[in-house]
């Protein structure tokens, strides 16, 4: 079932479009990332589905029923800020039992911000899980970004929501801290799947968030979702060229391309013909004309060093990380990069030799940057 | 060299900044202590000095002015129409915060515009309006000019002071579930009570410091009093000085307070 709907949401200020006609659908259980770079609209999409921002068009539904025009406050929803958003004149603990206090409805209550054991209790717990126990008399001030984020998502999970909306939650973590976080959020999911189901929307411009956490993922740009679909899917299968470059690391090569039908075979000219690959299957003749021009994708690790194949290069550059390297192979005035296992004995300068196989080449159209196959 | 010549520069300059700011002020107090008979010799106030200081003035103008009665009226009226500009104002501000940039600006500029036109203007024909006799009371009127001129400035004073907190802070505790009336109140008014007081303690200020729009609706404020000692016997200039003193106190006060308050840090801050 699905726990949260977004249908057509258009968003735009003044004469910028922020978020176009977006729709994606987030099952119950899940933890659904928006991948995108700065400015392509996700955290405008999140904001809409909280409320914080009314849609132009479009509607936003929770468990089908539709939620639009629901002010924020009144949505059971919980929104973790890429600035972790605390209280600078209340304590962690206080804080954290911040959204329980707001339930109670009492004015004084929350002016003198006194916890009931109740809500003790409650931050206690999560405390506990998310390990901040020792920091809950102290003030967001005295805290590192980590532990601020910590306790902004103790916060946001205090609430006790089914839905959790999470905005750059890693935006102001050190690289050391990011790992340990995603185990949380992780866990989180997992506890939110033991307690009943919920969801989680989790957006972010870090391919590494997107890839080690989604259950499902979308990527955006201008405020258009390109293409929605597990980590997997996104990587082995994009369905447009702005995909393929956006997720994975070293980033994928594009070469313009060319394709040659013939009455038995097709071949595949890369880099205006200094490499040449025999297509396999039949599929290629009834979507490719003969001379068809394309942008050609090949991953950087399905350039396989080789003792023979069909391109020569020069080694570029070699950037050791430990088990495998990254290299920069010349061809021609072009540059590839390739990735292969530690190999100590190559040299920069030297020439290689690689081969490609045609089933991992992604043909893309030059015009829409489809994917034809 | 340059550093001692500088240091010694920026000393003397803030020396002559205090000496004209407060001379003034002590130069009033030191005359409310002489004798009557001292405003009319020719000799140097310093040489009057030598007959000696005296309270007479002081207990002369609060039985020739009723000034305890004045004084209460001043404190009422102040009292009464700050807290109703707080009341009304502080809310507009935070709205008026969270506007758009350029409509935010604009908004802004248009209250404190009411400012700029000049009182006695604006006062003569509120007066024709309210003051035939028995249509409106002169105090209620003087308290709806107060009211007109000071609720901008107290607006204009107080938004930035509400734009800085980040509003993450308000859309979170908005998503925590809480109305726009609670963030103000139980969030937003605890992060920068102080600096609102000093905003507040700056109204009263020119509140208390009005005097042209209590002598036109006849209101006996503290202020009032001073035009009416120019008498056609003259000035009588020990009243005066010492009504001027018992004046200026109280004002000096919520200066210091306004200070206190603009310059500290909130609570939370240390």
């Known amino acids: ?373 | 060299m340059k550093a001692i010549l500088r240091k010694y520069v920026v000393r003397i300059g803030l020396a002559t900044f205090v000496f004209f700011s407060l001379a003034p002020i002590m130069y009033l107090i030191l005359l409310a202590f002489l004798p009557q008979s001292s405003f009319i010799s020719n000799e140097s106030v310093f040489v009057e000095l030598r007959n000696g200081l005296t309270l007479k003035n002081f207990s002369a103008a609060v039985t020739h002015t009723q000034f305890a009665k004045r004084a209460m009226i001043s404190v009422q009226m102040t009292v009464l129409v700050v807290a109703i500009i707080a009341v009304l104002g502080l809310p507009a501000a935070h709205a008026v915060a969270r506007l758009p940039k350029i409509v935010r600006e604009r908004v802004a500029f248009s209250f404190l515009s009411v400012r700029m036109l000049p009182g006695v203007a604006i006062c003569l024909p509120v007066f024709w309006l309210f003051n035939r006799p028995g249509l409106v009371p002169g105090w209620l009127s003087l308290g709806f000019l107060h009211l007109g001129f000071n609720l901008p400035v107290l607006i204009w004073l107080s938004v930035p002071i509400f734009r800085s907190v980040p509003v993450q802070l308000e859309e979170a505790a908005l998503v925590d579930g809480l109305s726009r009336w609670r963030i103000l109140v139980c969030v937003v008014l605890p992060l920068v009570s102080r600096r609102l007081l000093g905003v507040v303690l700056i109204i009263a200020l020119l509140i208390w410091n009005e005097s042209l729009f209590s002598t036109i609706f006849r209101v006996d404020t503290v202020t009032e009093v001073i035009p009416s000692l120019i008498t056609h016997r003259g000035v009588q200039w020990g009243l005066v000085m010492a009504v001027g003193t018992m004046v200026v106190i109280p004002a000096l006060a919520l200066l210091c307070g306004v200070i206190y308050c603009r310059w500290g840090l909130e609570e939370w801050e240390h």
């Open chain 1, 1 to 373: 079932m699905s726990v949260l709907r977004a249908e057509a949401l258009t968003k735009r200020f003044g004469n910028t479009t922020a978020v176009q006609d977006v729709s994606c659908d987030v099952q119950d259980g899940e933890m659904f990332v928006v991948l995108g770079h700065s400015g392509s609209g996700k955290t405008t999409t999140l904001r809409l589905i909280a409320g914080l921002e009314t849609p132009d068009s479009g509607d936003v539904f929770f468990d089908e029923k539709r939620a639009t025009d629901q002010p924020a406050n009144q949505r059971d929803i919980a929104f973790m800020f890429q600035s972790p958003a605390l209280l600078p004149n209340r304590t962690v603990s206080q804080n954290i039992a911040y959204p329980l206090l707001c339930q109670d409805r009492s004015w004084l209550g929350l002016l003198l911000c006194r916890l009931s054991k109740d809500h003790t209790e409650t931050v206690k717990q999560w405390a506990s899980r998310l390990s901040i126990t020792s920091l809950l008399q102290r003030y967001p001030a005295t805290l590192s970004g980590g532990e601020s984020q910590r306790v902004a998502l103790a916060r946001a999970l205090a609430k006790g929501s089914r839905i959790l909306l999470l905005d750059e939650p890693l935006g102001n973590v050190d690289v050391r801290l990011r790992d340990t976080l995603r185990k949380e959020f992780l866990n989180v999911r997992n506890l939110m799947r033991k307690n009943g189901g919920g969801a989680i929307v989790y957006v972010t411009h870090d391919q590494l968030d997107a890839l080690m956490l989604a259950d499902r993922m979308a990527v955006m740009k201008e405020g258009q979702i390109m293409q929605i679909g597990s980590p997997q899917q996104i990587y082995n299968d994009p369905q447009n060229l702005f995909t393929a470059i956006f997720v994975g690391i070293p980033e994928i090569n594009v070469v313009p391309g060319s394709i040659r039908l013939q009455t038995n075979s097709a071949t595949i000219d890369l880099l205006s013909g200094l490499i040449e690959v025999e297509l396999q299957g039949t599929q290629w003749r009834t979507v490719c004309e003969d001379r068809q021009t394309v942008h050609v994708a090949i991953r950087p690790d399905k350039i396989q060093l080789a003792n023979e194949g069909q391109g020569n290069a020069r080694l570029l550059a070699r950037h050791d990380l430990g088990d495998h390297h990254h290299l920069i192979l010349g061809i021609g005035d072009h540059e590839l990069r390739a990735t292969c296992v530690q190999r100590p004995s190559l040299q920069v300068g030297q020439s290689v030799v690689f081969s490609v196989e045609s089933t991992d080449l992604m043909v893309f159209d030059v015009e829409t940057e489809q994917r034809i196959l």
